[in-house]
């Protein structure tokens, strides 16, 4: 059994259109509530996460989970996605993190990203009130800092997951 399921993936904008739009609140929360009862009716212990595109926007993070919180949803995990070019600066996403993590007292995973490899990480294993749990890397091929390159080599990007390893995981 999985530790932990993803309902849905970037989810800011809803799933399965027209209904599960999020201009249909109440359809995207039967949905994705749909979802985690499936999860847990197979194993009442796996973690449930909800993941938004919304890395250091704040009001939007804020309104999407207050909105499916007010319908029911019950979930354990935020994931956030955080590319600069579209979720802000690694300040916005600092603020956001530590912000959900008060408001609403669940951990938060940057479970995709690419860019700023070190200072992503040094943001999502600290998060207010012990509650960041890192990172997931999204497409090391090819998007911004690749750390493969098109033969299936490393670069010294690589390298970097080596300090994180170091500096994070190795220090419980």
Known sequence: MPDM???GNEINHGIIWPEGNINNLDSLAQLLNAGIEGVRQVNPA??????VALGGQSDETVWFFNNMLARGLSFDVIGLSYYPKWHGTIDDLRDNMNDLAKRYGKDIIVVEYT???????EL?????NDRGKGSCIWEPLNTWEQFFEKDGTSNQLINVYNEI????????
């Open 5 to 7: 399921v993803q309902v």
């Open 46 to 51: 796996t973690t449930i996460m909800l993941h």
């Open 115 to 121: 860019q700023l490899k070190r200072e992503v990480n």
């Open 124 to 128: 999502a294993f600290n998060v207010a």
């Open 165 to 172: 390893s170091k500096k994070y995981l190795n220090r419980q």
